[in-house]
């Protein structure tokens, strides 16, 4: 036999063994919740103009601009092999500083507490 056939063969009794089992294995207790159309905890049925708090957006906004700088800093080590890596090392602490900076405004301000 071929090995593509094989393979093949193999592959398709996995998936049909496994759709079996899970079929056979699940457990089905439907209630209200989950036959709700909305499963992320909003009332469906209410209004949809529900206020939003602006503060989930500055911690969204703070979180990409910190994963960004990880994005940025990851070759860092390897920018030792570069002609320069003095300015490189000054670059990324400048970034640094100035987003440390940033964030310790936005504490000092009050915009990372949630309760007012």
């Given at each position: 036999?071929?090995?593509?056939?094989?393979?093949?063969?193999?592959?398709?009794?996995?998936?049909?063994?496994?759709?079996?089992?899970?079929?056979?294995?699940?457990?089905?207790?439907?209630?209200?919740?989950?036959?709700?159309p909305y499963e992320c905890g909003?009332?469906?049925?209410?209004?949809?103009?529900?206020?939003?708090?602006?503060?989930?957006?500055?911690?969204?906004?703070?979180?990409?601009?910190?994963?960004?700088?990880?994005?940025?800093?990851?070759?860092?080590?390897?920018?030792?092999?570069?002609?320069?890596?003095?300015?490189?090392?000054?670059?990324?602490?400048?970034?640094?500083?100035?987003l440390t900076l940033g964030l310790?405004?936005?504490?000092?301000?009050?915009?990372?507490?949630?309760?007012?």
């Amino acid at each position: 036999m071929n090995t593509v056939t094989f393979t093949f063969i193999a592959s398709l009794t996995l998936s049909i063994l496994l759709t079996a089992l899970n079929f056979w294995l699940s457990q089905m207790n439907p209630d209200a919740d989950k036959l709700s159309p909305y499963e992320c905890g909003f009332d469906p049925l209410g209004s949809a103009r529900l206020p939003f708090s602006i503060r989930f957006f500055l911690v969204a906004i703070l979180f990409l601009l910190f994963d960004l700088e990880i994005a940025l800093l990851l070759p860092l080590p390897w920018a030792i092999q570069l002609q320069y890596p003095a300015m490189t090392l000054i670059w990324s602490t400048t970034l640094i500083l100035i987003l440390t900076l940033g964030l310790v405004y936005e504490w000092i301000q009050g915009g990372l507490e949630w309760a007012e």
